[in-house]
């Protein structure tokens, strides 16, 4: 089976975290294809043989430089981008998870051009990724207790 992101032969699994601090959430805006120069939240491609909970941890501290605390699943989303001729160009499964920073200094790792701590009610002001708004908000909800992991 192929590895490649562009045109695969199968789904690639990826993964992110929200992570909140107060009434802010950590985006990161992304230095690379599919969604170069969007904000979003850390996270990247699961690793043969690595739990999705590794995956999640590893991304965050090699984007972002801090190491996380996960406190549960906050939503699977399928992000599909066809080309102009209507084939699949990129294929995720993503599994996005609530974390809260526990240690290191948010800074701009790996594959991310910037990162900043944006309060939750500004990320309208950004240009931000599908579904991004309603992921942070469905981990606000989870982080309060409104819904079950």
Request: net charge negative.
């Amino acid at each position: 089976m192929s590895s490649a992101r562009e045109y695969p032969e199968a789904p690639r699994v990826g993964v992110g975290a929200v992570i909140l601090n107060g009434d802010r959430v950590l985006l990161v805006k992304r230095g690379a294809p599919p969604a170069r120069g969007k904000w979003s939240i850390p996270g990247g491609l699961l690793h043969l043989g690595e739990t999705v909970e590794a995956a999640v941890v590893r991304e965050v501290e090699e984007e972002c430089g801090i190491l996380v605390r996960l406190d549960g699943v906050a939503g699977v989303v399928d992000r599909i981008i066809f080309d102009a001729d209507k084939r699949i160009r990129y294929h995720y499964v993503l599994i996005d998870y609530l974390a809260e920073p526990q240690s290191g200094e948010a800074r701009a790792g790996s594959d991310a051009a910037e990162v900043r701590w944006v309060p939750v009610d500004e990320l309208d002001r950004y240009e931000t990724t599908e579904g991004l708004a309603a992921m942070v908000e469905r981990a606000v909800r989870l982080s309060k207790g409104g819904m079950k992991p």
